[in-house]
């Protein structure tokens, strides 16, 4: 029972980021959009990892982040692969396409690949910054992009609560770190724990791009009158 709430909370944080997602960019405005490059080619790198290990048994050894193990690389190579099965790969490589997605449209394709990078970085940092234990010796978390992706994911929750006008829209983007907060409280879920980084952190880009001052557009000197 309590494996299956987990994953359900997890699931649930994960549908609010999307929506939120959805809202700041404008569920009618897809179809006109153009392709998120960015996106595309993080969940490439992800497929990529999978075929890898389907074709290499021994991938996960050599690349996934397991503390015992030597290699730099690692941190970096273990967010493409993936250790929850057929249905877990499918999720974590669906969920990345799609929050991948609308973070391009909304933050642009630098600011998306800057955001899964931290999000790949940070959360291990920011834990031994406030004594949040020592490094995870679960296997189950030497691997997955699931992470990375929840931290892009709340990116798109401050997002929509920079501009949300409707009480409903502002609920849905202050919910997912407070619920995040909540998932790490009661259940130890880092899903929660690192979307809530992620917000954050966008709190912080967003007020640097508010404030940082802009400079004027270059004058066409064929334009003068």
Not at 59 to 80: C, E, I, N, Q, Y
Not at 82 to 91: L, M, P, R, T
Request: aromatic share 10%; proline share 4%.
């Amino acid at each position: 029972m309590g494996g299956l709430l987990f994953f359900a909370t997890t699931a649930a944080l994960m549908i609010m980021m999307i929506n939120s997602g959805l809202a700041v960019v404008g569920r009618d405005s897809l179809r006109g959009r153009p392709i998120p490059w960015a996106a595309v080619g993080l969940t490439a790198l992800a497929l990529a990892g999978v075929a890898l290990q389907l074709c290499w048994s021994g991938a996960m050894a050599a690349l996934d982040d397991d503390p015992s193990k030597a290699g730099w690389w690692r941190v970096f190579t273990s967010v493409f692969m993936q250790n929850g099965g057929v249905s877990g790969a499918a999720w974590n490589i669906a969920t990345l396409a799609i929050v991948a997605a609308l973070a391009q449209w909304y933050w642009g394709g630098r600011l998306t690949v800057a955001f899964f990078l931290a999000g790949i970085l940070l959360p291990e940092q920011i834990d031994a910054l406030l004594g949040l234990g020592s490094r995870s010796t679960d296997p189950r978390n030497f691997a997955g992009s699931s992470g990375a992706t929840y931290f892009l994911g709340a990116t798109l929750a401050l997002a929509l609560l920079t501009q949300a006008r409707i009480r409903k829209h502002q609920a849905l983007a202050i919910g997912v770190p407070v619920v995040g907060l909540l998932m790490w409280f009661l259940q130890e879920n880092g899903h929660g724990l690192v979307a809530v980084y992620g917000f954050v952190l966008a709190i912080l880009v967003w007020a640097v791009r508010r404030w940082m001052p802009r400079s004027e557009p270059a004058r066409n000197p064929r334009s003068a009158a």
